[in-house]
């Protein structure tokens, strides 16, 4: 769901996509008295947006991308020529790509509640917005929101730009919730869900692992029961949920290969109860680097949104995914820990035994969850093919 943590790893994303002359802009998109889910109402929504492509004639050529947990909006492309980092997304989306920007208009959008609020690239409504009712953050007073909220807030976005149709919706991770909860509450808007290590439920296991990320952010001192705006965040228990974040995205051998020092044996772990091993300080760093930039409380939230997901949002799987009408393709990754095969495997041999056109296939390779991410274009020519047909 889930991370681009690591230093590392953004620079082994690097060297396996192309350059990209593909120029974006992150623009805002705003609503007033957006209900909820749950039946609160938030006075003021704001989230960031950008685009790829052009929108035709007939507004028929639209695909969404949904992110993953701790991702943004930025999902192919780069805000200048020397922006050292392209969008996570980009060795399929562009000219020529998988998802064919000559030919389909690309929206992706930031979340409601995005991770990353002190990102100078991230435009999101959540806990650390102020409260225009009292001119302070919200805090915990902001209402719990679920994957229904991010989609609706999509769906009043594509709205604001004449869109009554998608050719596709398309994420990964969390993304991959959000796009089968379209194909659930909007049938009739969704042609086509792709679904990247993706699951249609959370089960009692996926809780229980989403939770063990929020515990270090609520053992901080300085977290105060979610009010620390304006004094100490609690960057510590942020950092360690990161850290856990991060271990759980990725398969042992990906870890073990750029670890390759590694010894159990290391003289200061040995001689200091109080001294790490050097590959709990990479990480550590590495985690503590990227917490700068995101926001405790949102993280609880996102966690939360995360445990309470179902598809269609009511009574149980097997009645949400009846109502989907997309076609629908399922890449989970083999090596996944987190959101592991068996999960994409159930919505696919549910909508299969509904009479629903699904497809499956497994995206290869030792970085877990993350070959969602960093290995994608493994099934480029199968993403392409799905689009087309």
Not at 50 to 58: A, D, R, V
Not at 301 to 316: I, P, T
Request: proline residues 5%; charged residues 15%.
């Amino acid at each position: 769901m889930f991370l681009r943590v690591l230093g590392l790893l953004i620079c082994f994303h690097v060297s396996i996509v192309s350059a990209t002359e593909l120029l974006v802009e992150k623009q805002a998109f705003s609503i007033d008295n957006f209900a909820t889910f749950n039946g609160n109402v938030i006075e003021e929504v704001t989230v960031g947006w950008e685009s790829y492509g052009e929108l035709n004639e007939e507004k028929s050529n639209a695909i969404l991308i949904t992110h993953y947990f701790s991702g943004t909006s930025h999902a192919a492309g780069k805000y200048s020529p020397d922006d050292p980092q392209p969008g996570y997304w980009d060795a399929i989306i562009g000219p020529g790509k998988a998802i064919d920007t000559n030919k389909f208009f690309v929206i992706s959008s930031d979340t409601l509640i995005n991770a990353g609020v002190h990102d100078p690239n991230v435009i999101t409504t959540g806990p650390a917005s102020i409260n225009p009712a009292t001119g302070k953050p919200y805090g915990l007073n902001f209402p719990v929101v679920t994957i229904r909220d991010f989609v609706n807030v999509q769906k009043a976005l594509v709205e604001s730009l004449g869109i009554s149709k998608l050719h596709a919706v398309i994420g990964p991770s969390m993304g991959s919730m959000q796009a089968i909860e379209w194909a659930t509450a909007y049938p009739d808007w969704v042609e086509r869900m792709v679904s990247v290590i993706g699951m249609a439920q959370t089960d009692a296991w996926t809780t229980l692992a989403l939770e063990h990320w929020a515990l270090p952010i609520r053992l901080d001192p300085d977290w105060n029961n979610g009010n620390y705006y304006g004094s100490t965040p609690p960057l510590q228990g942020l950092t360690h949920s990161l850290m856990l974040i991060t271990q759980q995205a990725l398969y042992p051998d990906f870890i073990n290969q750029i670890q390759p020092q590694h010894s159990p044996l290391e003289q200061a772990p040995l001689n200091d109860i109080n001294a790490s091993h050097s590959a709990v300080q990479w990480l550590h760093v590495a985690a503590a680097q990227r917490a700068t930039i995101m926001d405790a409380n949102h993280i609880l939230y996102l966690v939360r949104a995360c445990q309470l997901f179902l598809a269609g949002h009511s009574g149980s799987l097997e009645e949400g995914l009846s109502k989907v009408k997309a076609k629908s393709l399922f890449l989970p990754a083999s090596s996944d820990l987190l959101l592991m095969p068996y999960m994409a495997r159930l919505a696919h041999d549910t909508l299969a035994r509904l009479g629903k056109s699904t497809q499956y296939a497994e995206i290869n390779g030792i970085q877990g969850h993350l070959d969602g991410v960093y290995q994608v274009q493994q099934q480029a020519e199968k993403i392409k093919q799905f689009l087309e047909n």
